[in-house]
């Protein structure tokens, strides 16, 4: 096959600005400096083993360029395929999902396949099956397992699924994409043992979900191992309005105020926040905040927080193209996805009366 090269050369090709004809595979072939048979290799997915990974990048690359879209409805005669994936989150109005479409959307659309979303509404509840037949409109399912609720009427569909944050001993799925999650907390507790904290309030989310039993056990274990530690928990809903009132009535309990508060989420440290400073005291002075998913909320707030860094996008781009390889017959890539602690302003050395 012939080698690509950058697709500077756009002579002759047609670019497509919605207006005209639309731009063929020999337009992509010519911009590529490639044969079409290559093109065909790549925009079908049928490229590994023939082609380089470099040639396949430029095709792509040519195909974006001019405009080029395949013939979707023809294609998918040919191959028996609908090339549309279903995503299952809880809800787009929540950054870290809105950010984990945008990664499976972008891999989706160098293969010519689509993503459509099906949000569950309130998380615990179905959402309502949007398909009469989900076989014969899907080719597979990426799902979060805070949605698993959500998949009851899909499970019968005999699709590929790709679940993502969820307990990979889990069977059913083709495949798991998680994000290092205990790792994060055990950060979060290192850089909270090392600054001097002793007495800590846990502010857990009340949603069942493995990603937050993780959270919770990892905690446990890394304060359990250094003593003279306090650990108390409490949950809230994922609600700023809710943690605040959460955090408020524990802190007017019996017992010594913690001296750090480690939240399963940023929206909780919102509302964690707000209850610290309307009992008076000082963050990070008299009490340090932490939260987890580094959402844009965490710079917003002040001070601002520290918290852990999740790859949203990356957990989406690494489904989706999980879930390809199931679909080619081939073996997913593996292992958990880093996470990273983001030390801000919220968290200092615990105050000294």
Same mark, same amino acid.
């Given at each position: +096959?012939?080698?690509?090269?950058?697709?500077?050369?756009? !002579?002759?090709?047609?670019?497509? /600005?919605?207006?005209?004809?639309?731009?063929?595979?020999?337009?992509?072939?010519?911009?590529?400096?490639?044969?079409?048979?290559?093109? !065909?290799?790549?925009?079908?997915?049928?490229?590994?083993?023939?082609?380089?990974?470099?040639?396949?990048?430029?095709?792509?690359?040519?195909?974006?360029?001019?405009?080029?879209?395949?013939?979707?409805?023809?294609?998918?005669?040919?191959?028996?395929?609908?090339?549309?994936?279903?995503?299952?989150?809880?809800?787009?109005?929540?950054?870290?999902?809105?950010?984990?479409?945008?990664?499976?959307?972008?891999?989706?659309?160098?293969?010519?396949?689509?993503?459509?979303?099906?949000?569950?509404?309130?998380? %615990?509840?179905?959402?309502?099956?949007?398909?009469?037949?989900?076989?014969?409109?899907?080719?597979?399912?990426?799902?979060?397992? +805070?949605?698993?609720?959500?998949?009851?009427?899909?499970?019968?569909?005999?699709?590929?699924?790709? +679940?993502? /944050?969820?307990?990979?001993?889990?069977?059913?799925?083709?495949?798991?994409?998680?994000?290092?999650?205990?790792?994060?907390?055990?950060?979060?507790?290192?850089?909270?043992?090392?600054?001097?904290?002793?007495?800590?309030?846990?502010?857990? %989310?009340?949603?069942?979900?493995?990603?937050?039993?993780?959270?919770?056990?990892?905690?446990?274990?890394?304060?359990?191992?250094?003593?003279?530690?306090?650990?108390?928990?409490?949950?809230?809903?994922?609600?700023?309005?809710?943690?605040?009132?959460?955090? %408020?009535?524990? =802190?007017?309990?019996?017992?010594?105020? $913690?001296?750090?508060?480690?939240?399963?989420?940023?929206?909780?440290?919102?509302?964690?926040?707000?209850?610290?400073?309307?009992?008076? =005291?000082?963050?990070?002075?008299?009490?340090?905040?932490?939260?987890? /998913?580094?959402?844009?909320?965490? !710079?917003?707030?002040?001070?601002?927080?520290?918290?852990?860094?999740? $790859?949203?996008?990356?957990?989406?781009?690494?489904? +989706?193209?999980?879930?390809?390889?199931?679909?080619?017959?081939?073996?997913?890539?593996?292992?958990?996805?880093?996470?990273?602690?983001?030390?801000?302003?919220?968290?200092?050395?615990?105050?000294?009366?």
């Amino acid at each position: +096959m012939a080698q690509g090269h950058s697709p500077s050369d756009t !002579s002759g090709a047609r670019r497509h /600005d919605g207006d005209g004809p639309r731009p063929t595979s020999r337009d992509v072939a010519r911009v590529a400096g490639v044969s079409q048979a290559t093109v !065909s290799l790549v925009l079908g997915d049928k490229w590994r083993g023939r082609v380089s990974e470099k040639t396949a990048r430029t095709v792509r690359s040519a195909a974006r360029e001019i405009g080029y879209r395949p013939n979707l409805a023809a294609r998918s005669l040919r191959l028996g395929r609908t090339r549309t994936a279903l995503l299952v989150v809880p809800a787009l109005t929540n950054e870290f999902f809105a950010r984990v479409y945008t990664g499976a959307a972008s891999v989706a659309a160098d293969h010519g396949f689509g993503v459509v979303v099906y949000p569950s509404p309130d998380i %615990s509840t179905p959402a309502k099956d949007p398909f009469a037949s989900a076989s014969a409109a899907l080719d597979g399912i990426i799902a979060s397992s +805070m949605a698993a609720r959500s998949l009851t009427r899909l499970r019968g569909a005999d699709l590929p699924l790709v +679940m993502i /944050d969820s307990d990979p001993a889990e069977r059913g799925a083709a495949a798991h994409v998680n994000l290092d999650i205990a790792d994060g907390m055990h950060q979060i507790a290192r850089h909270l043992l090392g600054l001097g904290h002793r007495r800590f309030l846990h502010l857990a %989310s009340a949603v069942e979900s493995w990603t937050f039993d993780v959270r919770a056990r990892s905690l446990g274990e890394a304060l359990g191992a250094v003593p003279g530690t306090e650990l108390r928990t409490v949950h809230s809903p994922l609600d700023v309005h809710r943690a605040r009132e959460t955090v %408020s009535a524990a =802190l007017a309990g019996p017992g010594p105020v $913690p001296t750090a508060i480690v939240c399963d989420g940023d929206t909780l440290a919102a509302g964690a926040c707000k209850a610290v400073r309307r009992h008076g =005291l000082r963050i990070p002075e008299h009490v340090s905040v932490t939260g987890f /998913d580094d959402l844009s909320l965490a !710079s917003a707030l002040e001070p601002e927080l520290t918290t852990v860094n999740l $790859p949203a996008e990356r957990v989406g781009e690494r489904a +989706m193209s999980a879930l390809l390889a199931v679909l080619d017959g081939r073996a997913p890539v593996d292992g958990d996805l880093p996470v990273q602690l983001v030390a801000r302003s919220s968290t200092a050395p615990p105050h000294r009366p």
